[in-house]
C-alpha cells in the first residue's frame, strides 16, 4: 500500500477517528487504527467493538490496500510533522506490517498488523433509513444524556431510548431516579415504527462530531446496530438488547403544587448552594419550600449554610421536599428556555419540570427520603 496525502487533511480526520480507539480491549490490534486506500480515498477506522467510527479523506493512491497502524503513535507523529504532503508506504511480511512515512528529506517507520486481521461488524441487511438535522439531534441529545447512568450495571441504563412513531422521534434517558424527554421530528424514509436503545457513549460523540453541522445526519437501524453517517464520516454503534422502563407510566398527568419561576435565577441559587450541602456519600441535598408565591431554597451542613428565597406564581399547596441538587442543576444547564413550569405531587412524589414555551421537552425527579 503506498498513497500521499496533506498532513491538514490527516490530522482533522485524526482528531474524529480516535475518539473510538480501544485502551482497554485485550485485543491488542484494536489499539491501532486501520487504513485503506482505493480510488483516491483514505479511510480511517478505529473501533471498540462497541462503536466503530470511519472518517474518509481525499489522498492521491498510488498502490490500494489496508494496513492497521498503532493509534496513538500514528495520531501523534502525524500531528507533529512538518505542513505539507506526506508519502506512506506500507508493506506486509511474515504476518507483520511496516509502513515508512517520508516528509522532505527525512523518514519515520511504524510497525503494525495487517489489515485483514482488524475485526469487522456483520453488515446491516435492508436497513431503516431516517434523516434529521444535526441541530434536532444534538439537541436532543444534550438535553437528555446526562439523565444517564454510563456506569449502571444494567444495560437499559446505560444508553437512550430511540422512540420513532411516524416521522416523530422521542428521546428519552433515565438513571431510574431522573428522567429526561425530548421530542423532534425526523424524516422516517419507510414510516415504520421503531424502539431503540443506543449507548449514550456513542451519541455522545457523535453529537460532538456534527456539533455546528448543516449536513443532515442520516441514521440506518438494523436489528443489531445502528449506522450514522455523513458524507464523510460513518459511526456504528451496538443496539443495546433489552426492554426500556415504561417511561409515560411514571410521568404525572395531574399535580398538587404548581410553580412558575425563572431558569437562571434558579440555577444561580443551587450552584451557591452546593458550596454547602455535600453530605458524607457525596450527594448535594437541597430542600424547597414553598408557599406565598416564594420559593424558599437551604442547605446546611459542617461547612456551613445557604438560605435563599426566589419569587415564583404558585398555585396549589404548601410543599416541603428535598432533592440532590447536582439532578436539578444537570437539567437547568442542559434547558435552553428562561421560564420553567414545575409541577409537585407532594414531598415525595415526582417532580416535573418543563419549559413555559413548548410540550416538547420534560425533566422528572425524585426527591430525597429525609
Known sequence: MQFSAIKENLTDALQIVQRALSSKNTMAILSGIHLTCDRDQL???????????????????????ETVVQGRGFTDLVRRLP?????FHNT???????????????????????????PTFPPAVSPAEVTLTAKDFSEAVSHTAFAVNADEVRPVFTGLLFQIRGHELT???????????KI???NNKNGADHDLIIP??????????????????????????VLFKTAQIRLLAQRIRGDFPPFDKVIPTGWQTYVK???????????R?????REKDGTFVVTFHIENNLLHISTASDYGKVDEHLPVYQEGEVIDISFNARYLIDALKAMDDSHLDVTFNGSMGPCVMKPQAGEDYLYLILPLRR
Not at 83 to 87: A, C, E, K, L, Q
Not at 176 to 181: D, G, I, T, V, Y
Open 200 to 225: 449514550v457513549r456513542a451519541l455522545n460523540e457523535w453529537a460532538r462530531i456534527v456539533s455546528g453541522s448543516e449536513d443532515p445526519v442520516e441514521l440506518e437501524i438494523s436489528d443489531r446496530q
Open 43 to 65: 479511510t480511517m477506522t478505529a473501533s471498540d467493538l462497541e462503536v466503530r467510527l470511519e472518517v474518509t479523506v481525499p489522498v492521491e493512491v498510488i498502490e490500494p490496500g
Open 83 to 87: 505542513d505539507g504532503r506526506i508519502i
Open 171 to 181: 428521546v428519552v434517558g433515565t438513571d431510574s431516579f431522573r428522567l429526561a424527554k
Open 261 to 271: 419561576l425563572e431558569r437562571k435565577p434558579l440555577l444561580d441559587a443551587l450552584d
Open 92 to 118: 506486509s511480511k511474515d504476518g507483520a506490517d511496516h509502513m515508512t512515512i517520508s516528509y522532505g528529506d527525512n523518514t519515520a517507520d511504524l510497525y503494525g498488523w495487517p489489515g485483514r486481521e482488524y
Open 184 to 186: 423532534t421530528v425526523l
Open 273 to 277: 448552594a452546593t458550596l454547602f450541602s
